[in-house]
């Protein structure tokens, strides 16, 4: 087990170096210009001058160059300076962003937080629904209560979160009062105060996020739990006189958990990538904004990194979903 | 609901206020929405709308110009013009006097050092600076004692008012930025993001795209200003959402240009929480007619060339015909409601200079008609579209992809199809269309296309400069690397020598003069620019903020000294 993890690790490095290169590539071949937003007001030859400025005017195997020195090199030893107090990076360019003239990593940082408490929180809430509506959905299987769960996960499924995030600001905020439509990133929670406010201003976001991940997870689990629910095993362990919940909760529930957890591991690489039309709809600008709003700016290093970093975490999570596969079922290791 | 009555009604009250509370900080927090979201406070360094207005908070410059146009003093002493002997009889300088007692939000005193170095800062030539342009034709920047610099031009300067005039060129502290010149411009973050001003409100925290967090600055030189302690410029999101946090649940307070369908804005102030605010600048949508032949057959470097005039635009009639077959008060309902009009002009204000001209303003295809067939314009084959020895009315309409944009090109294009010409519609992405690339055959410099739509403007309230876009060697073409701001290729030796005359006259009645002339030229006698729409902007202000007035001339931002909070 451990040698398939150490193998599967360094096979990754060369996939991740592949995957920088394209994205670079991509982005390179991508029509459009960090100018374009600038006014037209601003003579041509003004621009070309902060063209050069930004370090366009560069061939492009040094940029690349340069990106991976800078990104594999000049930001972990910031990371190492900013723990420890050392000062090794000191003097050494750092990713630099062209909107915003100033480091990437400082901004991602800065996002950081809203998007975890928002899309983390609307991941966790989300699968917290999603696991007993899908439990019980299978149990009993068109029921009433199956039916209507179908209907949800299925609205869920089918309903935008540009209509769904509009929907309930009107309802909630314009014709209710209760909740704030625009998210404060500047609150700080210090006091019950606070607390309260946080929590008023997550519940829409989070909610609409949520109705998302519970339709698709619950459809993962209905399914997984009707699989094995007709296997003779259930059959025996009903026939010794194990309870109903032991029967249910106990054995198939863990069997049921192992394709499941596998879809929640590989979800987890897009909570970091941020929900770029919810995080837009109710402002929370956390990374999906970021991302969005560097790619309508051609903001390249930006795009360049945000992307990167997704593509990091999704290589790594692919890795945690098989090495949780052979935990959770023994039938299944890779030595 | 008109400018006017509220306009009376904000100084009314602002007169009403200023004497009620006296006291810097009294009315607590404002928020204020803007849609998208300023990157950077340094406006040297983006040159984006969002970033200047922003910035014009924290920074000013020694003059901006108020919601009429005219010029107004913020750091300087008076406006220096010719007469007061401020500017040269040569037009050759200027000097600006400072006003006395003036200090930075960090204590310090602000001089003449720091206007001339950011004028320095500006022209480095490794800086990258955005507002490069206003700096144009500036020889030297002179200290002349520490309350007045003189600006030296190297020829005559009718308009010496580009530098340290306007929201784009305000001025930035010395002692701040004198490690971030040249090329270090873009590795000062903590400068670019925190600048120190002379403004009411000084930086807090800035979060880049997202949030600044501002307080009133303890310097400001108006110990009674400005009346909130706190301010929130919130960016992000969208124009609908940003109306809607003013207009509708009032979490805010101002909301910037209101990009929006007529009839939404008109639903969200029905919820009674606040008021959408109209003003009109020079903003024009426009169709620019190509003069050159933009056909495929033609080989690379020759294709839309002066090498090779267009076909059938080149002939004065079609371009007539074109401009009188389209119906711009319907385009105007239709695309902009409150926050458009319908024009003839290319210069439409301000005011000194708007030619006013109504001659396009009814529809007219049976006039249109009248006069292709006239012209020798007929259906010869039979297959709907005129032509002429052989040569079809057959056009391709190009601009960017914009819901408004492509209602326009569908209606244009029907209007166009009952005199005869037929259209084909094409829209590239902005960031394409107007990314200036010269390795893209798609923007709108290179303009491969007969017609192509889109809005253009000019800074300030002189519009020299632009008038001058359009002389024969501004055309973008190989040699240029297809930069060039003469778009149509236009070239009249009488336009180029009115030009240059408007360069040689101070006096602004002959000026306004001049420039009449000239935007009749190009819009009602020749027709290369068919103007559409004169586009005003529209933002929001809730209720209980008084004080705002809607500049179109500056940044909006402009008196954020002079708000404050309507009491119940």
């Known amino acids: 087990m451990l040698t398939y993890t ?30 374009a937003q600038v006014p037209l007001t601003v003579p041509p030859e003004v621009k070309e001058r902060m063209r050069e400025a930004l370090g366009l005017g560069e061939p492009t195997h040094i940029r690349f160059g340069k990106w991976m020195y800078q990104f594999f090199v000049v930001e972990p030893m910031m990371l190492i300076d900013h723990i420890f107090g050392t000062a090794l990076a000191e003097g050494q360019q750092r990713v630099l962003s062209w909107q915003f003239r100033s480091p990437v990593m400082d901004v991602i940082i800065q996002r950081m937080p809203q998007t975890l408490w928002v899309v983390a929180m609307s991941y966790v809430v989300g699968i ?34 540009f209509f769904s995030g509009v929907l309930v600001i009107v309802i909630f905020s314009v014709q209710l009062g209760w909740l704030p439509s625009i998210y404060d990133t500047t609150l700080e929670v210090v006091d019950w105060e606070t607390f309260k406010k946080q929590i008023l201003q997550m519940v829409m976001p989070v909610m609409v996020l949520a109705l998302q991940t ?122 | 609901m008109t400018l006017k009555p509220i306009l009376l009604g904000a100084t009314a009250l602002a007169g009403f206020a200023s004497m009620a509370m006296a006291e810097r900080g009294a009315d607590g927090h404002v928020n204020v929405i803007y849609w998208q979201a300023p990157s950077i406070m340094n406006p040297y360094l983006s040159g984006g709308t969002k970033e200047i207005e922003a910035a014009s908070l924290v920074i000013e410059p020694l003059g901006r110009y108020n919601e009429k146009g005219e010029m107004v003093p913020y750091l300087a002493e008076e406006i220096p013009t010719v007469e007061n002997g401020g500017v040269a009889e040569d037009l050759k300088s200027i000097t600006w006097k400072i006003k006395p007692g003036l200090k930075w939000s960090d204590g310090t005193a602000f001089t003449a050092t720091d206007v001339k170095f950011t004028a320095d800062y500006c022209m480095n030539p490794e800086g990258g600076c955005a507002q490069l342009a206003k700096f144009e034709g500036v020889e030297s920047v002179e200290v002349i004692d520490d309350l007045t610099v003189k600006v030296n031009f190297a020829d005559a300067q009718p308009n010496p008012y580009g530098p340290f005039m306007g929201g784009q060129s305000p001025i930035i502290q010395a002692a701040q930025y004198a490690e971030c010149t040249g090329a270090r411009a873009s590795e000062c973050a903590e400068e670019n993001f925190a600048p120190i001003g002379t403004g009411p409100f000084k930086v807090d925290e800035f979060r880049p795209n997202d949030v600044i967090s501002l307080s009133a600055n303890p310097e400001y030189r108006d110990p009674a200003k400005p009346a909130f302690a706190t301010m929130t410029f919130k960016g992000g999101g969208d124009a609908t959402a940003a109306g809607r946090a003013v207009l509708e649940t009032g979490e805010f307070d101002y909301a910037w240009n209101l990009q929006l369908a007529p009839d939404v804005i008109a639903n969200m102030e029905e919820a009674g929480q606040g008021e959408a605010l109209a003003a009109f600048g020079t903003l024009v949508e426009r169709i620019e007619v190509n ?163 889109y809005a253009n403007l000019f800074d300030g309230t002189d519009p020299q400069n632009y008038l001058a876009s359009r002389t024969c060697d501004k055309a973008p073409r190989p040699a240029t690397q297809w930069q060039g701001e003469n778009i149509n290729r236009f070239c009249d030796p009488a336009y180029d020598e009115l030009v240059k005359e408007l360069g040689r006259t101070a006096e602004l009645s002959k000026r306004a003069e001049i420039a009449i002339k000239l935007n009749n030229m190009i819009t009602k006698e020749q027709n290369v620019i068919i103007p559409l729409v004169h586009r005003g902007r529209v933002s929001a202000k809730s209720n209980t903020l008084g004080g705002v007035i809607l500049n179109v001339w500056d940044t909006e931002l402009w008196n954020a000294a002079d708000w404050y909070r309507i009491k119940e």
């Open chain 1, 6 to 35: 150490i193998r599967r690790l360094v096979l990754s490095v060369p996939t991740l170096l592949f995957i920088s290169l394209v994205i670079f590539l991509l982005l390179e071949l991508a029509p459009g210009d960090p100018m």
């Open chain 1, 128 to 161: 917290l629904i999603a696991l007993p509506i899908g439990i019980y959905s299978a149990y009993r299987q068109y029921s009433l209560f199956d039916q209507a769960g179908t209907f949800i996960t299925m609205v869920g499924y089918s309903v935008p979160p």
């Open chain 1, 214 to 335: 519970t339709a698709q997870i619950s459809r993962f689990m209905r399914a997984s739990m009707l699989d094995n629910l007709n296997q003779d095993y259930v059959r025996t362990a009903r026939a010794k006189g194990l309870s109903e919940w032991a029967v249910v909760m106990v054995h198939v529930l863990r069997n049921s958990m192992i394709p499941v957890v596998t879809v929640i591991a590989l979800g987890v690489p897009y909570i970091f990538g941020g929900a770029i039309i919810t995080e837009q709809i109710f402002k929370v600008n956390g990374l999906g904004q970021l991302l969005i709003t560097a790619i309508q700016a051609n903001d390249l290093p930006m795009v360049q990194t945000v992307t990167f970093m997704i593509a990091v975490l999704i290589v790594f999570f692919n890795i945690v979903a098989d090495v949780l596969y052979g935990v959770l079922d023994p039938r299944i290791r890779y030595d």
């Open chain 2, 291 to 453: 003069l050159t032949n933009p056909s495929p057959d033609l080989p690379e470097g020759e294709r839309a060339t002066a090498a090779h005039p267009h076909p059938f635009l080149t002939d004065p009639d079609v371009r007539k015909a074109l401009s009188m077959a389209i119906d711009r008060v319907l385009l105007t309902e239709i695309g902009y409601g409150q926050a458009g009009r319908p024009t003839c002009d290319w210069v439409p204000g301000p005011d000194a200079y708007a030619a006013n001209n109504t001659h396009c303003l009814e529809q007219d295809i049976a006039g249109a008609n009248a006069l292709l067939d006239g012209a020798g314009w007929i259906d010869s084959d039979g297959d709907g579209i005129r032509d002429k020895d052989g040569v079809e009315l057959s056009l391709l309409f190009q601009t960017s992809t914009n819901a408004v944009r492509q209602d326009f090109q569908a209606l244009i294009k029907q209007w166009w199809s009952e005199i005869g010409v037929e259209t084909e519609l094409r829209n590239i992405s902005a960031s394409v269309f107007f990314g200036g690339d010269p390795g893209s055959p798609d923007t709108f410099q290179k303009f491969y296309a007969d017609v192509e739509m």
